[in-house]
């Protein structure tokens, strides 16, 4: 999508963080924003802080559920008659390590972090697809979604998920002229790191996430993280060259180039043991 004036974005998460600095994004680039967050309050928030006018709608809308992307989706018809680029962005994150953690959690992380983005696209491409004049997905994943590390399995396990459906969809819709972006950022400032306290297991969640090593750590990294505006814009640059995977951090670089030598060290152990058997 190389022009995003006079185009249509519906967005999740919008309230905050990355959310509100892409809707900010394509104001900017001349397009019209549905913004959907599950926090009312803060989404009205944001929409003042965006100056509200004609170009912004915003709707209360929980990702986890079907039927509130449905109405969603519906609402942004009803207000601007149709859509072209479909952001799913909500997102929530929690540590623990195995065996510790709530099968409540793993549900209601999947559910967020996965679904809602699967979600998005099965109501948001026929939509796109109605009118036939393209249009762009754009699904947050993260570095989590190629890296993984210790004490944050459930996260992980969800972000490598977004990571293989987008590189999917972005085979898929080629041809039916919609593009699609990943995107994978390392620290971004946000609200991400607190979003355990709306666990459905609470308190015991919350305690158990904000003492353990993993917080403590992606807190400080977080908070001195990227500007979502400056992010925001590489993505908008993204959409526009059709780029798959949005990156941001240099010193991930060499992570990612170990992380496929060794599944490539491993396939060629296989492959070669296969010899003798």
């Given at each position: 999508?190389?022009?995003?004036?006079?185009?249509?974005?519906?967005v999740t998460?919008?309230?905050?963080?990355?959310?509100?600095?892409?809707?900010?994004?394509?104001?900017?680039?001349?397009?019209?924003?549905?913004?959907?967050?599950?926090?009312?309050?803060?989404?009205?928030?944001?929409?003042?802080?965006?100056?509200?006018?004609?170009?912004?709608?915003?709707?209360?809308?929980?990702?986890?559920?079907?039927?509130?992307?449905?109405?969603?989706?519906?609402?942004?018809?009803?207000?601007?008659g149709?859509v072209?680029?479909?952001?799913?962005?909500?997102?929530?994150?929690?540590?623990?390590?195995?065996?510790?953690i709530?099968?409540?959690?793993?549900?209601?992380?999947?559910?967020?972090?996965?679904?809602?983005?699967?979600?998005g696209?099965?109501?948001?491409?026929?939509?796109?697809?109605?009118?036939?004049?393209?249009?762009?997905?754009?699904?947050?994943?993260?570095?989590?979604?190629?890296?993984?590390?210790?004490?944050?399995?459930?996260?992980?396990?969800?972000?490598f998920g977004?990571?293989?459906?987008?590189?999917?969809?972005?085979?898929?819709?080629?041809?039916?002229?919609?593009?699609?972006?990943?995107?994978?950022?390392?620290?971004?400032?946000?609200?991400?790191?607190?979003?355990?306290?709306?666990?459905?297991?609470?308190?015991?969640?919350?305690?158990?996430?904000?003492?353990?090593?993993?917080?403590?750590?992606?807190?400080?990294?977080?908070?001195?993280?990227?500007?979502?505006?400056?992010?925001?814009?590489?993505?908008?640059?993204?959409?526009?060259?059709?780029?798959?995977?949005?990156?941001?951090d240099?010193?991930?670089?060499?992570s990612?180039?170990?992380?496929?030598?060794?599944?490539?060290?491993?396939?060629?152990?296989?492959?070669?043991?296969?010899?003798?058997?």
């Amino acid at each position: 999508m190389t022009d995003m004036n006079n185009k249509i974005a519906f967005v999740t998460g919008a309230a905050s963080g990355i959310g509100l600095s892409l809707c900010k994004m394509f104001l900017e680039k001349g397009a019209k924003v549905m913004m959907a967050d599950i926090d009312e309050k803060g989404l009205l928030a944001a929409r003042e802080e965006l100056g509200g006018g004609d170009a912004i709608a915003h709707i209360v809308c929980d990702v986890a559920e079907y039927d509130s992307i449905k109405a969603a989706a519906d609402e942004t018809i009803r207000k601007f008659g149709k859509v072209h680029i479909v952001v799913n962005n909500a997102g929530v994150s929690l540590a623990g390590r195995p065996g510790q953690i709530y099968p409540q959690d793993w549900r209601w992380i999947n559910d967020i972090n996965m679904m809602g983005v699967a979600y998005g696209c099965e109501i948001f491409i026929p939509l796109i697809l109605s009118h036939g004049e393209g249009g762009h997905v754009v699904n947050t994943a993260s570095m989590a979604g190629h890296i993984a590390t210790v004490g944050m399995g459930p996260y992980f396990a969800t972000k490598f998920g977004v990571v293989g459906y987008s590189e999917a969809l972005f085979h898929e819709l080629k041809s039916v002229n919609i593009g699609v972006s990943c995107l994978c950022p390392t620290w971004v400032q946000s609200n991400i790191h607190n979003t355990a306290d709306k666990s459905p297991m609470g308190d015991k969640t919350r305690e158990r996430f904000k003492t353990s090593s993993s917080y403590m750590a992606v807190k400080d990294l977080i908070e001195n993280g990227m500007s979502p505006d400056r992010y925001a814009a590489l993505c908008g640059q993204s959409i526009e060259a059709n780029r798959l995977y949005v990156f941001n951090d240099a010193s991930a670089r060499q992570s990612l180039v170990e992380r496929h030598k060794s599944v490539l060290a491993d396939y060629d152990a296989c492959l070669e043991e296969l010899k003798d058997l």
